[in-house]
């Protein structure tokens, strides 16, 4: 067996409950990863702004969270921590 496909084994033995796990369990992380997919969008976007509070309030905007009075934003709302990635 070569080096190459025995440190694969290795990995994949080393990770094998998380791997089991996120099989079985229902949580995942996708909704945290789209939502900092398209912040990094909007920020690949965002040259040229004047400050953080405009790429913010253009943050706002995308995801819809200005202009919905209808749509309940409880889960969606972007975490202020996240604002250290602009800096």
């Known amino acids: 067996m070569s080096l190459w496909f025995r440190k694969k084994l290795y990995t994949l033995k080393k990770h ?27 920020k690949r976007g965002s040259y040229g702004y004047r400050n953080f509070y405009n790429l913010r309030d253009r943050i706002h905007i995308i995801k819809g969270l200005v202009f919905n009075k209808h749509k309940k934003i409880d889960r969606e709302i972007i975490p202020y921590r996240l604002t250290s990635c602009f800096r």
């Open 16 to 42: 094998q409950q998380g791997i089991e796990k996120a099989f079985h369990l229902p949580y995942s992380n996708g909704v945290t990863e789209r939502i900092i997919n398209k912040i990094k969008l909007v």
